[in-house]
Antibody
Framework: QVRLVESGGGVVQPGRSLRLSCAAS????????MHWVRQTPGNGLEWLAV????????NYVDSVKGRFTISRDNSNNTLYMQMNSLRGEDTAVYYC????????????????WGQGTTVTVSS | EIVLTQSPATLSLSPGERATLSCRAS??????LAWYQQKPGQAPRLLIY???NRAAGIPARFSGSGSGTDFTLTISSLEPEDFVVYYC?????????FGPGTTVDIK
């Protein structure tokens, strides 16, 4: 069964950093673009970033640009999100999701999602 | 940024009834609109992509239509497991954006 499993969430103080991981299994990870999406009770679903299948192209929403970095390791079937300078408004459940295709130019439809990992930014 | 508006916010229906959910975009997204279902405590699940294409494994009672700025998700006959939240999402422009959701609850 196609599977994505996030990890790395937790409680962190404002201004600190956290790295999320997303382990993929039972599909050819290097064939697909990948996304990070977060969800808060108040703001619903917010798309954060996408990375192409080979890692050469990336795109971000403005609210995290310059603070968050998406990356991937195709040899280990793992997606990452490095989150720096965390703020209270970054508190959310973070999901990784697989795109239906490999390229950013055609990306934006997410057919497989992980179960989510919770990040709480609080002093 | 393209803003998606969903209506109604809550739809109260009975099992077996037909559900019609709307999504309106602040500018044209062509046919680049998807619908997701989210059950409590779970991740969203892709139902429909590019306005009218059912994703793999999605029952035929789910259908999508529309183009440009106005889209509709129809559930032809509600099953008990369909009483959850539905989101639309556009992939026409960056950043990708989601609507605020429509909750379908039991009347």
């Amino acid at each position: 069964q196609v599977r994505l499993v996030e990890s790395g969430g937790g409680v962190v103080q404002p201004g600190r950093s956290l790295r999320l991981s997303c382990a993929a299994s039972t599909f050819r990870f290097s064939d697909f673009a990948m996304h990070w999406v977060r969800q808060t009770p108040g703001n619903g679903l917010e798309w954060l970033a996408v990375i192409s299948n080979d890692g050469t192209e990336k795109n971000y929403v403005d609210s995290v640009k310059g603070r968050f970095t998406i990356s991937r390791d195709n040899s280990n079937n793992t997606l990452y999100m490095q989150m720096n300078s965390l703020r209270g408004e970054d508190t959310a459940v973070y999901y990784c999701a697989r795109d239906i295709g490999p390229f950013i130019s055609l990306a934006g439809c997410m057919d497989v999602w992980g179960q989510g990992t919770t990040v709480t930014v609080s002093s | 940024e393209i803003v998606l508006t969903q209506s109604p916010a809550t739809l109260s229906l009975s099992p077996g009834e037909r559900a019609t959910l709307s999504c309106r975009a602040s500018q044209s997204v062509s046919s680049y609109l998807a619908w997701y279902q989210q059950k409590p405590g779970q991740a969203p699940r892709l139902l429909i992509y590019d306005a009218s294409n059912r994703a793999a494994g999605i029952p035929a009672r789910f259908s999508g239509s529309g183009s440009g700025t106005d889209f509709t998700l129809t559930i032809s006959s509600l099953e008990p497991e369909d009483f959850v939240v539905y989101y639309c999402q556009q992939r026409s422009n960056w950043p990708l954006t989601f609507g605020p959701g429509t909750t379908v609850d039991i009347k």
